[in-house]
């Protein structure tokens, strides 16, 4: 049987740090990534987040771990500021808030949240990504062909974009071995007048990568999904 390990995440929270509860959540998602990077042993381990007093995250890495179909890891997003429960209940909000948890972040070039690991879940993240040159708010590059499932599910990914570069709200890299299922996802405000590097969703030459319900609004380009499409998998 799975023996999944449960950690918690809270911008806000002034405990011991070492995230076995709320109260003393991990500050930052990527120092949970950091003291947790392992290889799983075949358990998932399932990062919970909250923003109990609306502070904000920062960016992350998800590079090192030995992943595999069981032991996976899960970023768990959508718990409500005042949940006490372990794990707790978490809830859908189909509009950016600071009530829940959100990461907020200028340019950065491997993505808010980057994904080089193979078995990697995130649902209910909320992610504003400031660019003025390059950044995405999730970044998923460097898969093992044949041997990856990567779940993306009730995002919500705002940009607000000025100067010239690349913004991008889900971008898989110039890779095409990601097996990626994206559901339910917001990407918007991806836009600058005449700059066709501001997309919602890109998976340019990814051939796994299936979308669905998912909305592209304001943005320069809602979806370049080129190679995806033309295996009939978009």
Not at 33 to 59: I, R
Request: charged fraction near 15%.
């Amino acid at each position: 049987d799975l023996m999944a390990e449960n950690w918690y995440v809270d911008p806000n929270a002034a405990g011991a740090g070492n995230g076995v509860d709320w109260a003393n959540a991990y500050t930052t998602l990527q120092a949970a990534e950091t003291a947790k990077n392992q290889v799983t042993g075949g358990d998932p381990v399932l990062f919970h987040c909250k923003s109990s007093a609306g502070g904000a995250d920062t960016s992350v890495s998800f590079n090192g771990w030995t992943t595999d179909v069981d032991g996976y890891i899960s970023v768990q997003g959508g718990y409500a500021a005042a949940e006490t429960g372990t794990p707790g209940t978490p809830e859908y909000n189909a509009e950016y808030s600071t009530s829940y948890y959100h990461i907020e972040a200028g340019n950065v070039a491997t993505g808010c949240i980057y994904i080089v690991e193979d078995f990697v879940r995130v649902d209910k993240v909320q992610i504003k990504n400031t660019v003025s040159t390059t950044s995405y708010a999730i970044y998923v590059l460097g898969q093992t062909a044949a041997s990856n499932d990567i779940r993306v599910s009730n995002c919500i990914l705002w940009g607000v974009c000025s100067g010239t570069g690349n913004g991008i709200g889900f971008y898989i890299g110039n890779d095409a071995d990601p097996i990626v299922v994206v559901w339910n996802c917001i990407a918007y405000g991806w836009y600058i007048s005449g700059d066709s590097g501001f997309n919602g969703f890109k998976a340019y030459a990814c051939t796994s990568a299936d979308f669905y319900n998912c909305l592209a609004y304001g943005n320069y380009i809602g979806y370049i999904l080129s190679a995806a499409r033309a295996a009939g998998r978009a």
